[in-house]
Structures are given as structure tokens and as C-alpha cells.
């Protein structure tokens, strides 16, 4: 139950239903952040920060965080989707191989959701949002440099603010926050 009286579906259930839901035998990434609606921003963040969450072969940051820091600059300017080029909205998955990934994924997306509730929602609103995407192209723009290990807490940081949007939760959105600047001044 949102602060405003208003229930909030879980990202989980949100996912689930848009893979679920969808017609055809495939289904696209674009068809999947429609579907998820005005949360879509916080999955694609999440999902394109979680591979500078793990150690990897150097320039994976400049791979991962230009597409974050479109997404930042996006979200700084109010648009309620992500604008995604055409060649990755069109990416199609098997919907089937889709939803048996997505149900696999559950039992540790519901350990998140149980940290994760809506909270100080009044930060996860537009204005909330806009003040994110400034301080994500600027953590994606930290992980742009080239040094070893500097993509790593920013990264971090960007997947916690991810999981506040997605959830609605403001604490775990500046939560994010906090990591995220630690991260500026180890850079």
C-alpha cells in the first residue's frame, strides 16, 4: 500500500504478467517495457547496471554505461518511457524461455521485494525521478572512465536507485544515492 492510500503491484508481478500476458509465441524488449508501463525505466536501469555489478573484461563500462547514461538523461528530462533504439526494441525473445527465466528469477526477486516496499513515495514521483536520471547520467558518466574498478560502486549505486524506482521505494531509491556518491569520491 502506497503513502497516498493507492496499492502497488510488485515489479515482480508487473514482469510476470507482461511476459504471461503477451500474444504470439515471441515477444520483444520493447513490448515488455510498454507493457510494464511507467516502471520500465527502473527495470532497464537495473538490468543494464547489474553487468558492472560483477567483475568483467575492461570496457564492458563503456558498453553499459552509455546506454545508462541515455536512460539518466531520459528520465532527467521527464519522459515517462524509456526510448530505446530500434535494434534492441525489436530484440525478440521465445516468450515461453522468457517466462521460465522470469519464474526462476522469483524466489530471489521476492528476497528484494521483502526489503523493498513503497515508502516515501513523494521521492520515487516525477520531480523525484527528474533529480534521479541528473544523478544517473553523472554515476554512468563515472563509469565511463576507463580506470580499473571505478565502474563498479557507481554501478552499484545506479542498481539500488533501480530497484527504489521499480519498487517505489524512496529510501532504497536514496539509498542508491548514498552508494553512488561514495562511488564519485573514490573516483
Known sequence: MREDGHHVQKASEVLLGAVRNAEGT?????QITRSIGDRAFGLILLLFSLPNCVPAPPGLGSIMGLPLALFGIQLALGRRY???PG???RRRFQRETLLRLVERGQPYI???ERICRPRMTYLTGSRGERVYGIIITILAAAILIPLPLT???PAVGIGVLALGLLEEDGLTALLGI???T???VIV
Open 26 to 30: 515471441t515477444i520483444t524488449i520493447g
Open 182 to 184: 561514495i562511488g564519485l
Open 178 to 180: 548514498a552508494i553512488g
Open 110 to 112: 521476492n528476497r528484494v
Open 151 to 153: 565502474n563498479f560502486i
Open 82 to 84: 524509456p526510448w530505446l
Open 87 to 89: 535494434f534492441l526494441a
